[in-house]
């Protein structure tokens, strides 16, 4: 099993260039996340998608789309990107039932916006 | 919003004890967490506590829950430098649906 994926590891944008940042996991779960890690902030929800077929948006949303394009699949897309979106991105997919949401993390996308 | 707190670096000995602590303000947390990440990688579980335990053990890792005072601590018995990593707190509870909110982390150094 390879867990969470997250394509690509790196990338480098121009401001107001678009790309879309890819995860999928192959342990079957329901939950997945978009969060982004940045120095002393900890993480932050941008998007999450309790199931197949919804998507609702976290603290940061701003900026940012999503598709949740199968139970395997979650993309983040940023339209017109900002140095302000100069993060690390990490994809996550939730496991467990009621309250309970061990989360799985896949490597992170270390994306710098000039 | 509810909130997690934790202090972001702390610097031990090897073979010394690790504490690392954190508060949260929700008062429904029925769930609360510890991750570890290590440089270049996601997070991963380390451990984490039902709200109605106070206490839980798990080889050198010792957790403790005050329910009252809304505090968590993970305390690492026998310090190793392969413990150096960015440990964060979290916690999930019935208002966060599927929701985890997570802490800053904390950045623990290990000294040889």
């Known amino acids: 099993n390879a867990g969470v994926t997250q394509t690509p590891k790196f990338q480098v944008l121009k401001t107001g260039q678009s790309m879309t940042l890819q995860c999928a996991q192959d342990?079957?779960?329901?939950?997945m996340y978009w969060y982004r890690q940045d120095p002393g902030m900890g993480l932050r929800l941008i998007y999450y998608?309790?199931?197949?077929?919804?998507?609702d948006k976290g603290e940061v949303p701003n900026g940012y789309n999503v598709s949740r394009l199968n139970k395997r699949e979650f993309s983040l897309r940023l339209e017109s990107a900002a140095p302000s979106q100069t993060s690390v991105y990490f994809c996550?997919?939730?496991?467990?039932?009621?309250?309970?949401?061990?989360?799985?993390f896949g490597p992170g996308t270390r994306l710098t916006v000039l | 919003g509810e909130d997690v707190e934790q202090s972001l670096f702390l610097s031990v000995r090897e073979g010394d004890s690790s504490v690392i602590n954190c508060t949260y303000t929700?008062?429904?947390?029925?769930?609360l967490y510890w991750y570890k990440q290590e440089p270049g990688a996601g997070l991963q579980l380390l451990t984490y506590i039902f709200s109605n335990m106070d206490m839980k053990q798990d080889q050198r890792l010792t957790v403790l829950l005050n329910k009252k005072d809304k505090h968590l601590s993970l305390r690492i018995a026998d310090t190793q430098t392969g413990d150096s990593a960015i440990y964060f707190c979290?916690?999930?509870?019935?208002?966060?649906?599927?929701?985890?909110?997570f802490g800053a982390g904390t950045r623990l150094f290990v000294k040889a």
């Open positions: 979290a916690e999930s509870s019935n208002t966060g649906g599927f929701k985890t909110i």
């Open positions: 998608s309790a199931s197949e077929g919804t998507t």
């Open positions: 996550a997919s939730g496991r467990g039932a009621g309250q309970y949401n061990e989360q799985f």
């Open positions: 929700d008062s429904s947390s029925t769930y």
């Open positions: 342990m079957n779960h329901n939950s």
